[in-house]
């Protein structure tokens, strides 16, 4: 069964960290490009951060450059967002996916999403 599964969402407060993973299964994640999109309440979803398949391109959305950081460990078929001064309004649920939407990087695409993982920044 092909899935992605996301984790480590929270309720922290302004100022903390967190880092969220995406665990994929059924398929081999180093072939895919991979993206971490966002919505929040009320909102659309918007892609935050997008990684090729090599690793040696990346993009972020404005509002998280240099914040957060998105990586893959092949060895683990896992991808990450390690994200640092959360912000009030970083409050969203989190989603990976192995797409990054408009943003074409080299890899593969595929129209999968994880469930999601709720992020809550609050004081």
């Known amino acids: 069964q092909v899935q992605l599964v996301e984790s480590g969402g929270g309720l922290v407060q302004p100022g903390d960290s967190l880092t969220l993973s995406c665990a994929a299964s059924g398929f081999t994640l180093d072939e895919y490009i991979i993206g971490w999109f966002r919505q929040a309440p009320g909102k659309g979803r918007e892609l935050v951060a997008c990684i090729s398949r090599y690793e040696d391109n990346t993009y972020y959305t404005n509002s998280v450059k240099g914040r957060f950081t998105i990586s893959k460990e092949n060895a683990k078929n896992s991808a990450y967002l390690q994200m640092n001064n959360l912000q009030l309004e970083d409050t969203a649920d989190y989603y990976c996916?192995?797409?990054?939407?408009?943003?074409?990087?080299?890899?593969?695409?595929?129209?999968?999403w994880g469930q999601g993982t709720r992020v809550t920044v609050s004081s």
């Open positions: 996916a192995t797409e990054c939407g408009r943003q074409v990087l080299n890899g593969r695409v595929m129209n999968k």
